[in-house]
């Protein structure tokens, strides 16, 4: 079994920045993917960045330009460099690992992202 440790959130002003890490341990082997999603009270958790084992990253349109993944093989951490934060960023961010086609049914803590004046 897997598990996920995410840290970096905290409380930023719009505009600000922050840096997410996350540690995975465990059953590390042949991921083929390691992502990051977000859950706002009320709403589903979404995707909102991915880096797959050859690099390629992807992310959500919401994102797209502000946020950046990166993921360090040797150490098994995955990293989400946020920034331009924006109000709307605001959640409980996790981390995710992807074996094949499918994620982790294991979940961390999560770190929260509060974006605020």
């Known amino acids: 079994q897997v598990q996920l440790a995410e840290s970096g959130g905290g409380l930023v002003p719009p505009g600000g920045s922050l840096r997410l890490s996350c540690a995975v341990s465990g059953f590390v082997h042949s991921f083929t993917a390691m992502g990051w999603y977000r859950q706002v009270p009320g709403k589903q958790r979404e995707l909102v960045a991915a880096?797959?084992?050859?690099?390629?990253?992807n992310y959500a349109d919401s994102v797209k330009g502000r946020f950046t993944i990166s993921r360090d093989n040797a150490e098994n951490r995955a990293y989400l460099q946020m920034s331009s934060l924006k109000v709307e960023d605001t959640g409980v961010y996790y981390c995710?690992?992807?074996?094949?086609?499918?994620?982790?049914?294991?979940w961390g803590q999560g770190t929260q992202v509060t974006v605020s004046s």
């Open positions: 880096i797959l084992s050859g690099g390629r990253t």
């Open positions: 995710n690992v992807k074996w094949g086609s499918v994620w982790s049914r294991t």
